[in-house]
């Protein structure tokens, strides 16, 4: 049995804390919110989140973040994005040398352009930082709905020990080095799902989408490669996997915020609707920023910053993508003649 603290009680915090609370572990929830904190002591369930879903009866709810903090064997972080830095400074006077720290939320931050791993690693470089990412949403992980997530890490011992602890038999992990990877996939899959939505909310077709979702990893893979992360990672769970079912699932904050958009709200109108941190609009111009620090081509990521900041009329913006100058698909590839 380990100890585990996760910080932030959202849809997907909860899931897991309520995952590895079912795995036999010592669970505790913090939240910075403490109207949500008293939801979850009064009806040991997130009924905003994730209705009809139990909290088992072992797992702490604790509003005091150093006590939740204290004598962890993994402190997951499971705050939003835009929390995730002061989270760590908050943190900072009690975490001990090579405390585990598993970061399961995803973006990238504005201005330092680092992914969430980055800032904590900034913030506490005395922690072993490790990312949990995948095609995962956390209204069925709370069910129970078989899924497959990947584990990364700097040691191989570290991703070992938190696949260990999250392995469950409907929720099997994978081990990988390659945290970069990992982290550009979850976050940029968000802004491509942005567009997804859109799309669907345009009615257009399945055509349509899938040269979407196909482009969209290949602008992904080409910016996650010069950043140095690992081609094989984007045909991977943190890839390819996280970006079909954040394109194309009821469950995606970032496609139905795109859905809305499609149908002629605005930016503002779409996120009150959705009432949660929709990621791929936090993380749309970090990437326009990444790309052109990199000098990348990111065509879909620009056209997306258009819609969101510019006020680009979605049906110029996908007749503008049509539109580009004529190119082979991979440059690597050579012909036979």
Request: with cysteine; aromatic share 4%.
């Amino acid at each position: 049995m380990r100890n585990i603290a996760f910080l932030g009680a959202g849809s997907w915090g909860t899931a897991l804390a309520i995952l590895c609370a079912n795995n036999g572990h010592k669970v505790t929830i913090w939240s910075a919110v403490e109207p949500e904190l008293d939801m979850l002591r009064t009806n040991r369930e997130h009924k905003d989140r994730l209705p009809g879903v139990k909290l088992p009866e072992s797992i702490d709810i604790e509003s005091d973040i150093k006590k939740a903090c204290d004598e962890k064997d993994i402190l997951v972080f499971s705050v939003a994005s835009p929390f995730v830095r002061a989270t760590a400074e908050r943190i900072k006077p009690f975490i001990k040398n090579d405390q585990i720290i598993v970061n399961v939320a995803k973006g990238i931050e504005d201005g330092t352009l680092l992914t969430l791993c980055g800032i904590i690693e900034e913030v506490l470089p005395n922690a072993d930082v490790a990312v949990l990412s995948g095609p995962s949403h956390a209204e069925e992980v709370s069910k129970g709905v078989p899924t497959t997530v990947v584990v990364g890490a700097h040691s191989e011992k570290t991703a070992t020990f938190v696949q260990d602890v999250f392995m469950a038999p409907n929720f099997r992990v994978y081990t990988s080095p390659d945290m970069i990877g990992i982290e550009l996939g979850g976050s940029l899959k968000n802004v491509i799902a942005l567009a997804a939505g859109i799309l669907d909310g345009m009615e257009m077709g399945d055509n349509t989408k899938a040269a979407l979702m196909t482009r969209g990893i290949a602008e992904i893979a080409r910016l996650g490669v010069e950043l140095g992360a690992q081609i094989e990672t984007f045909t991977g769970l943190s890839g390819i996997g996280d970006l079909i079912v954040t394109c194309t699932s009821i469950h995606s904050r970032n496609h139905n915020c795109g859905y809305l958009l499609g149908k002629g709200k605005t930016l503002e109108e779409a996120k009150k609707e959705i009432n949660q941190v929709v990621e791929g609009v936090n993380t749309a111009q970090a990437a326009m920023d990444l790309a052109n620090k990199y000098h990348v081509t990111m065509p879909i990521v620009e056209q997306i910053n258009a819609i969101l900041f510019d006020n680009k009329p979605p049906r110029q913006a996908m007749a503008d993508l049509l539109e580009r100058d004529k190119v082979v698909e991979y440059k690597s590839l050579k012909w036979d003649r």
